[in-house]
């Protein structure tokens, strides 16, 4: 199934990529948020903090030991950076545009490729708000640890000129990256992105 929507979500960018007149380089600053819960029997570390994103991992691993019970609640906070190209100027409306994305996100040991399909809606001149869904995938999952990513991505865009433009999103995870998880034992991730885009070209093209 995974690899179904990767297909399709190819396909769908690949043939809008064709059609559209305008593409957008971005890129900044990402900050994680690593959320995770367990209750299950684990080998607590012993040279290491449980709240760092490796031994959280471990801990869901088939290595760990069932030596002791306990329950581990936290939130891990790292840094690192994306790297996108976006479709602009698709224009829906007189307000509104579709604004197809991918992204490579390089977060330690949650490396991963996003793909948001965002609606963006011009609020006043050079200033826009963007919603949507985030496909991600994980490129190297731990055995206890899926693959696929679906988010919720909202934020605001503003142009600076014709070519640059600031832009600030929030990535909520939905997914609960543990297999088998439930709501005692999860990992969840969300994203806040900082960063700058460029334009190529400026025409538009509209659907």
């Known amino acids: ?33 690593v959320k995770f819960k367990t209750n299950s029997e684990i080998d607590p570390p012993t040279d290491g903090d449980p709240t760092d994103t490796v031994v959280t991992r471990k801990a869901f691993s088939d290595e760990a030991s069932s030596s002791s019970s306990s329950t581990i609640k936290d939130t891990n906070n790292e840094t690192g950076f994306y790297l996108g190209v976006a479709l602009s100027d698709i224009s829906l409306s007189e307000s509104f545009e579709l604004l197809p994305e991918v992204r490579f996100l390089a977060v330690k040991d949650f ?16 200033l826009s708000a963007v919603a949507g869904p985030n496909f991600g995938f994980l490129l190297d999952p731990s055995q206890n640890t899926k693959a696929f990513n679906f988010a919720i991505d909202f934020g605001l865009s503003y142009n600076i000129s014709d070519k640059f433009s600031l832009e600030g999103r929030y990535d909520w995870g939905q997914t609960n990256l543990l297999k088998n998880g439930d709501s005692n034992n999860y990992i969840k991730i969300n994203n806040i992105q900082f960063g700058i885009a460029y334009n190529f070209g400026n025409k538009q093209s509209t659907l």
């Open 111 to 126: 490396n991963q490729i996003q793909m948001p399909i965002l609606l963006k809606y011009n609020i006043i001149e050079n």
């Open 1 to 33: 199934m995974k690899n179904v929507v990767t297909t399709v979500l190819a396909i769908v960018l690949m043939s809008t990529i064709a059609f559209s007149q305008t593409i957008k380089v971005t890129g900044g600053v990402d900050l994680m948020q």
